[in-house]
């Protein structure tokens, strides 16, 4: 059964950058099969696309997030990672990472971020 | 203000159905497959109805989805108290090329 974690940092200071990773485990690390994502819950609120990676090598961001966001991927250490420069406190978040099939059918427990003043 | 139109909450008897809307426009669902999340409280999403109205393996066959136009609806009969959860509509949409989901909907099984 495949399984994703999320790590990194519960707290981040604002106007410093997140980082967070994905491990996947119990099945294919695959980018060139399975496209891979990032979504987010603000505290209370509904979810937010954040970024895939696409299968095919292409990264598609979200409108309200490219410029602030980057993907990688590590396939030798089934790694999936996003960086989110300049916090404020409106990317306080549950942070979820997810495989994308047209749908997004394996999710990660997620990661509570709270971004400080 | 989300891309696609939930109602933000929705309650039920133990054994009845409910209908879960979710209103989209040509760029979004009538354009591409919709899929349904269900979200229990503290714990993360879980696909239930992926291209329209194939259920997920393990999703019972209370849950399923339909699409007409630019609407989806999620249907759930036989409610049951554990159903209680917070539902969410997701698809892709190529004017904003974004992935998009509803704002959810909240339902209570009294």
């Known amino acids: 059964q495949l399984q994703l974690q999320e790590s990194g940092p519960g707290l981040v200071k604002a106007s410093e950058t997140l980082s967070l990773s994905c491990t996947i485990s119990g099945g294919s690390f695959s980018t060139t099969t399975y496209s891979w994502a990032w979504v987010r819950q603000p505290p209370g609120k509904g979810l937010e696309w954040i970024a895939t990676?696409?299968?095919?090598?292409?990264?598609y961001y979200s409108p309200s997030l490219m410029g602030r966001v980057t993907l990688s991927v590590d396939t030798s250490k089934n790694l999936f990672s996003m960086r989110l420069k300049s916090v404020t406190a409106a990317d306080t978040a549950v942070y979820y990472c997810a495989r994308y099939d047209y749908e997004f059918d394996y999710w990660g427990q997620g990661t509570l971020v709270t971004v400080s003043s | 203000q989300s891309v696609l139109t939930q109602p933000p909450s929705m309650s039920a008897a133990p054994g009845q159905e409910v209908t879960i809307s979710c209103s989209g426009s040509?760029?979004?669902?009538?354009?591409?497959?919709v899929s349904w999340y269900q979200q229990l409280p503290g714990t993360a999403p879980k696909l239930l109805i992926f291209e329209n109205d194939k259920r997920q393996s393990g999703i019972p066959d209370r849950f399923s989805g339909s699409k007409s136009g630019t609407s989806a609806t999620l249907a759930i009969t036989g409610l049951q108290t554990g159903d209680e959860a917070d539902y969410f509509c997701?698809?892709?949409?190529?004017?904003?090329?974004?992935?998009?989901f509803g704002g959810g909907t909240k339902l209570t099984v009294l």
């Open positions: 997701g698809t892709w949409d190529i004017g904003l090329r974004a992935a998009v």
């Open positions: 040509s760029s979004n669902i009538g354009k591409n497959y």
């Open positions: 990676f696409y299968y095919g090598g292409n990264t």
